[in-house]
């Protein structure tokens, strides 16, 4: 730092302690750039590493409309580049366009997961060039702490090669509810389970000590997202009601309060709006009891609270248009929205980039610039302690070599092995390499290396046959990445693996994103294997014997639909005569 720098910018200098630098650069800013702090938006990336001039899918401005004009820093990044070193070119640029402005604040880019299989630009993103590892679901399915933990210490590498210095994950909510379309990123039914990896994961992604080599984790969805009526969600209307037939509420805290305890740094409330508990019948985001009386009192939580995207105002995702999520105060406007979140305790709006609305409701005396400066005062506490002031870039250069190494893609394709789980077997398991093979949903390379493909079930010694678990079409792009409805699968699937299995002893393996109603598979197939997240060549490994089926079920696999029904959301492990009970699994 040079000595103008000292002079024009004293909260540059990094001798002195991070509470006088927050409060030396809070004294500097301007309403409007205490405003800008409290959006955090997604952000594009530009083709080739270049800024972005914005993305009409999902509404989103250039970077500089963001970064200069709006002074916002805080942004979650949509898609994926081919390279690592595209990423990571383009993250420079976004700072050196930050460093340009008045007070140089850097910017803080999150992301939601970049290391799975699935592709929902609502929960998560596809791998590109990340290492590539099970869901969480399928982390859960270890059982492996430490697994989880080396898991987030690689995505920590990862991510801070290209600039990603907050995840918006871990994903603590129990699956308590089997039609939920949010589950996939959960670790699943059990709350100890799921605070013992949940704990893990944050450790892994944050490190020994939260400092300059960290990634912040945003916990979600704080108190507890899985409780959800009919197992709708509420990134929509009809899916905006969270159930506690059980009176179970308590339950749903447990996993949180193992994240406390090893220092997760941020939490997200959920969209949900609680039904006939002691809380007022608002989205969580609005919800003082929640927020104030539970998390931050209750619990002692003086961290960032970003509330899930899109509370304050209408936007159009994918061509269709969404009201806001503003559940239970659907009656007030934009700005008193607003007011309430913050009245709630809440840091930051998700997904809004309405600046002008929060320093009018200042100018205009409802909102106190003194309750600005709380939150503003957070936001830049955690700039300070992961470094961005004294080094807001990254080594472009190296980042191809770090994002995707063979050594972090090794990992992840054991973890995919680790993962894959075997509900039942008549002994055709593990099948002999050489051996004829039919196969659906399994490329021909991949299978010619464990043996002979051929073209018809008639002709094979074994078939095996992928499937996706079941899920109603929705009427939107957007509700279809959200895979909800009946767990059954549809008549013609169970007669085609039927035919199959009566030709050739058959095992299906199914992406068991939910847990599907199995029965009618198991009563047709030789062999029933759940996966979360496996590539062809992990599943075929463990198939053929080449590694042992150490899986385990995250979740019970109910008997039927009747069964789901009958349950209380709230309520773990809770249909009756499950088919399979969490932590199932056999070996081979």
């Known amino acids: ?42 952000i594009a990336m530009g083709e080739d590493g270049q800024l972005s001039e914005g993305s009409d899918a999902f509404g989103i401005p250039s970077n500089r409309h963001h970064v200069v004009d709006l002074h916002m820093s805080h942004f979650n990044l949509l898609g994926a580049a081919p390279t690592a070193g595209a990423m990571a070119g383009w993250y420079n640029r976004l700072q050196e366009l930050a460093a340009s402005t ?73 699956a308590t509810e089997s039609r939920w379309a949010r589950q996939l990123q959960t670790f699943g039914e059990d709350a100890d389970l799921s605070g013992e990896l949940g704990a893990a994961y ?7 000590e939260f400092g300059h080599g960290s990634v912040s984790t945003m916990t979600k969805h704080f108190p507890g997202g899985g409780p959800q009526k009919d197992g709708e969600d509420p990134h929509f209307d009809y899916g905006r009601e969270q159930v506690y037939p059980g009176d179970n509420f308590e339950h749903h805290l447990k996993p949180f309060e193992a994240i406390f305890a090893v220092g997760g740094r941020q939490i997200m409330p959920y969209y949900g709006m609680p039904v006939g508990t002691e809380y007022e ?12 009386g539970l998390l931050r009192e209750r619990f002692g939580f003086d961290g960032i609270v970003c509330t899930d995207w899109g509370l304050v105002t209408d936007h159009p995702i994918m061509g269709t248009d969404f009201a806001a999520r503003a559940w239970g105060v659907e009656h007030l406007t934009p700005a008193e929205r607003m007011t309430k979140i913050l009245d709630a305790g809440a840091d930051q709006f998700g997904g809004e980039q309405e600046t002008q609305l929060l320093i009018e409701l200042v100018r205009s005396g409802a909102v106190t610039e003194e309750r600005l400066d709380v ?68 490329p021909v390379d991949v299978a010619s290396q464990y043996g002979t493909v051929v073209d018809t079930p008639a002709d094979a010694d074994i078939a095996i046959l992928r499937l996706q678990a079941p899920y109603e079409q929705r009427a939107s792009m957007f509700e279809n990445f959200f895979h909800a409805g009946s767990l059954d699968f549809p008549d ?15 095992v299906v393996d199914v992406f068991l994103d939910r847990p599907a109603i199995l029965a009618p598979l198991v009563e047709s197939a030789a062999a029933v294997v759940a996966n979360w997240g496996s590539s062809a060549a992990a599943l075929l490994d463990v198939l053929s014997g080449a590694h042992p089926a ?39």
């Open 492 to 506: 013609d699937v169970l007669a085609h693996v039927a035919e199959v299995s009566a030709a050739v002893p058959t």
């Open 102 to 174: 008045r007070l140089g604040i850097p910017v803080t880019i999150s992301t939601d997961p970049r290391h799975s299989f699935s592709e929902n630009p609502g929960a998560s993103i596809l791998s590109g060039p990340f290492s590539q590892w099970p869901e969480p679901l399928g982390l859960a399915a270890t059982q492996d702490a430490e697994l989880v933990e080396r898991f987030g210490d690689i995505a920590r590498q990862e991510y801070t090669a290209v600039g990603i210095r907050v995840a918006l994950h871990p994903q603590v909510d129990l």
């Open 202 to 208: 944050v450790r892994g992604f944050q490190g020994a």
């Open 375 to 442: 939150s503003a005062r957070r936001l830049l506490r955690e700039k300070f302690d992961l470094g961005l002031f004294e080094n807001p870039y990254v080594d472009a250069a190296s980042a191809d070599a770090v994002v995707g190494s063979a050594e972090f893609r090794a990992a992840g394709d054991a973890a995919q092995r680790a993962s894959v789980t075997v509900l039942s077997n008549d002994g055709t398991l593990p099948f002999a390499r050489g051996v004829r093979l039919y196969v659906e949903g399994v």
């Open 550 to 588: 150490t899986g385990r079920l995250p979740f019970d696999v109910p008997r039927s639909m009747a069964a789901v029904e009958a349950s209380r959301p709230d309520v773990p492990f809770d249909t009756a005569d499950p088919l399979f009970r969490f932590g199932h699994g056999l070996s081979l």
């Open 281 to 292: 019948e608002v989205g969580f985001g609005f919800n003082k009891g929640v927020l104030t």
């Open 1 to 42: 730092m040079t000595m103008a720098d000292a002079t024009a910018r004293p909260w540059l200098d990094a001798s002195l302690p991070v509470d006088e630098r927050v409060e030396l650069l809070l004294a500097a800013m301007t309403l409007e750039e205490k405003a800008g702090l409290f959006f955090h938006t997604m």
